[in-house]
């Protein structure tokens, strides 16, 4: 099992990033898949999750109009648009799974997101 963050940066304030989380090694289709953020010193906290059939979408209130969370089945691929970033966003994103059947769940090892003038 396998979760790979990429697309992480250096963007300036107001800047935009998309970041890729590439899966393998299980059903993707049959997870929900989440975005999480955890800032320098604090914990990790969910930013948006989105439901394996797209059906469902949370963003949390801080990213909400700025971020768009999407996923591809065909490719096992969750991406997370980030528009409008601010330096608070700094920091590392991770990508995770939930199986919507079983107990299992994934994390992946994270993309570093600096936003910074």
């Known amino acids: 099992v396998q979760l790979v963050e990429s697309g992480g940066g250096l963007v300036q304030p107001g800047g935009s990033l998309r970041l890729f989380c590439a899966a393998s090694g299980f059903t993707f289709s049959r997870y929900t898949m989440s975005w999480y953020h955890q800032a320098p010193g604090k914990e990790r906290l969910l930013v948006a999750r989105?439901?394996?059939?797209?059906?469902?979408?949370y963003y949390v209130d801080s990213v909400k109009g700025r971020f768009t969370i999407s996923r591809d089945n065909a490719k096992n691929t969750v991406y997370l648009e980030m528009s409008s970033l601010k330096p608070e966003d700094t920091g590392m994103y991770y990508c995770?799974?939930?199986?919507?059947?079983?107990?299992?769940?994934?994390w992946g090892q994270g993309t570093q997101v600096t936003v910074s003038s």
């Open positions: 995770y799974a939930r199986s919507q059947d079983t107990l299992n769940s994934y």
């Open positions: 989105i439901s394996s059939t797209s059906g469902i979408i």
